[in-house]
Structure formats: structure tokens, C-alpha cells
């Protein structure tokens, strides 16, 4: 079964930075990509930055830039280190995999950026 558990987040003050974890198992990441999505109150779910299965990044508009998205396939974990940020970044951050067409989330971790 996989299963995706995400930490890091908190409450960070404007021009902060937080770096976010998931580590993933039942899977491997090596095999299948692996993405940083977020869900503002009352918005949609958006996604933030991706890494396929070569470790290869994409980024979104929204905070190309200002995040890094990494892995350590030691540890089957991505990362997603964001920088310089706003009260606009606040959200439900899920990190996310597809396996074999079968989506699934992680439970998401609050960011919540504010002074």
C-alpha cells in the first residue's frame, strides 16, 4: 500500500522560508514522479512543483523561484524547500504520486505565513 506522510510545515513570518518532507513508501521514487500540490481556504487544489522518476523538476507559475523541489531516493523522501514567502503561500501543502494511473495523497501539512 503506498502511503505518503508529509511534515515541516508551521507558521513562518512574510519573506520566510520552510522545507517541507514526504516520505513515501510502498513505492518507489525512483520509479514513479512525485509532486508538491497546496490548497488554499476556499480555492483549489493547485499544484506547486513536480520531480519525475529521472529527478527531473517542474515547477508551477505561481512560485517558480521561490522553491526547490529535491529528493534523497536513500531515504524514498522528496523535499520542497520554499523561500521568500507570503501570506499568499498559505495553504495545505500534499505531497502526491501516481502509480499505475491510481492517484494518492498524502494527510498535508499547514503552512500558514503570517506576521
Known amino acids: 500500500q503506498v502511503r505518503l506522510v508529509e511534515s515541516g510545515g508551521g507558521l513562518v513570518q512574510p519573506g520566510g522560508s520552510l522545507r517541507l518532507s514526504c516520505v513515501a513508501s510502498?513505492?518507489?521514487?525512483?520509479?514513479?514522479?512525485m509532486g508538491w500540490y497546496r490548497q488554499a481556504p476556499g480555492k483549489e487544489r493547485e499544484w506547486v512543483a513536480v520531480?519525475?522518476?529521472?529527478?527531473?523538476?517542474s515547477y508551477s507559475a505561481s512560485m517558480k523561484g521561490r522553491c526547490t523541489i529535491s529528493r534523497d531516493t536513500t531515504k524514498n523522501a522528496i523535499y520542497l524547500q520554499m523561500d521568500n514567502l507570503g501570506p499568499e503561500d498559505t495553504a495545505v501543502y500534499y505531497c502526491n504520486t501516481a502509480v499505475d494511473q491510481t492517484m494518492f495523497w498524502g494527510q498535508g501539512t499547514q503552512v500558514t505565513v503570517s506576521s
Open positions: 510502498g513505492m518507489s521514487i525512483q520509479v514513479w514522479g
Open positions: 520531480m519525475d522518476s529521472r529527478g527531473r523538476p
